[in-house]
């Protein structure tokens, strides 16, 4: 127990009713009474000094807090987890988390380079479809992430900057094209991905946004969404390498700023290898350089 009387069982009980979104199915998940998983979490808000759940509706939805306080308590027992699997102690893999394109043109060499120079330190490359690519939950020790990093916590190395295409339906009039601009995009739907995409409508001038959004979850709805047809989208320039679609087109987009590229890890104890991560992913953009 803590200090302040709290152990790993109240955040596995708090975490289950986050995600059942109610309390018995939270007992019945983790197999204990439901008066149980109500003291516990109690007793969490207690010792925080926060209300976690609001109670008020039928099923149970997170307050700001309990947002907040989930992502750590998700990377907390995902820690605890990994500490006690005995497999991993020979070999404690570096989990390298993405949400998409991971690390572009120098993905493979990235691996090949790692398995090279640390060959008793198994590489894994992770896809998570998360803002940070798993990395607030503990899911990944680091992760290669595009865009700003906002998450608390975090320290970043930016690796590169990359342009950024529109993709649109390979039978588009636009397609057709050799370059487009933001506002050839503007008179019609614009496919976003608002879990783990880079693009919003902020990348457009107020006067010129896109007349409608479509939102998807992750990489494979937004390209199936513009391969049907309904809208086009815009990401990185390694996205058409990574993420190639028979009914989708990549062209230039000339007037979109770059998107920057970042390796980010957690500000504390992590992995020891992260900072020969760091070392190998900066070297090798500028080799191309």
């Given at each position: 127990m803590t200090a302040l009387g709290i152990d790993i069982r109240h955040l596995r009980c708090f975490l289950a009713v986050a995600e059942e979104t109610n309390v018995t199915r939270a007992a019945a998940v983790l197999r204990l009474s439901q008066p149980a998983v109500s003291r516990a979490l109690a007793a969490l808000e207690q010792a925080l000094g926060v209300r976690l759940v609001d109670r008020?509706?039928?099923?149970?939805?997170?307050?700001?807090?309990?947002?907040?306080?989930?992502?750590?308590?998700?990377?907390?027992?995902a820690a605890f987890d990994e500490a006690l699997d005995a497999g991993r102690l020979r070999h404690w893999p570096l989990r390298l988390g993405h949400a998409w394109s991971a690390f572009g043109p120098y993905t493979t060499p990235l691996l090949r380079r790692w398995a090279e120079q640390h060959p008793d330190v198994p590489l894994e490359l992770l896809r998570i479809d998360d803002r940070t690519a798993g990395l607030t939950r503990g899911e990944v020790d680091a992760a290669l992430l595009r865009g700003p990093v906002t998450a608390p916590g975090l320290l970043t190395e930016?690796?590169?900057?990359?342009?950024?295409?529109?993709?649109?339906?390979?039978?588009?009039?636009?397609?057709?094209?050799?370059?487009?601009?933001?506002?050839?995009?503007?008179?019609?739907?614009?496919?976003?991905?608002?879990?783990?995409?880079?693009?919003?409508?902020?990348?457009?001038?107020?006067?010129?946004?896109?007349?409608?959004?479509?939102?998807?979850?992750?990489?494979?709805?937004?390209?199936?969404?513009?391969?049907?047809?309904?809208?086009?989208?815009?990401?990185?320039?390694?996205?058409?390498?990574?993420?190639?679609?028979?009914?989708?087109?990549?062209?230039?987009?000339?007037?979109?700023?770059?998107?920057?590229?970042?390796?980010?890890?957690?500000?504390?104890?992590?992995?020891?290898?992260?900072?020969?991560?760091?070392?190998l992913a900066r070297s090798l953009p500028r080799e191309d350089s």
């Open positions: 008020s509706t039928h099923h149970l939805a997170l307050t700001a807090e309990g947002r907040a306080f989930r992502d750590k308590a998700a990377a907390a027992v930016l690796l590169y900057a990359e342009d950024r295409v529109a993709a649109v339906a390979s039978d588009s009039p636009l397609a057709d094209r050799t370059a487009l601009s933001l506002a050839d995009l503007s008179g019609g739907t614009v496919v976003l991905n608002a879990v783990s995409g880079s693009t919003t409508l902020d990348l457009w001038p107020p006067g010129q946004r896109p007349t409608a959004a479509l939102t998807v979850a992750n990489t494979d709805d937004w390209l199936t969404a513009i391969a049907a047809g309904r809208g086009s989208g815009v990401s990185a320039a390694s996205t058409a390498g990574m993420h190639p679609h028979q009914g989708v087109a990549y062209l230039p987009l000339t007037d979109a700023p770059p998107l920057p590229v970042v390796l980010a890890w957690r500000d504390g104890p992590g992995h020891p290898s992260i900072p020969a991560l760091v070392a």
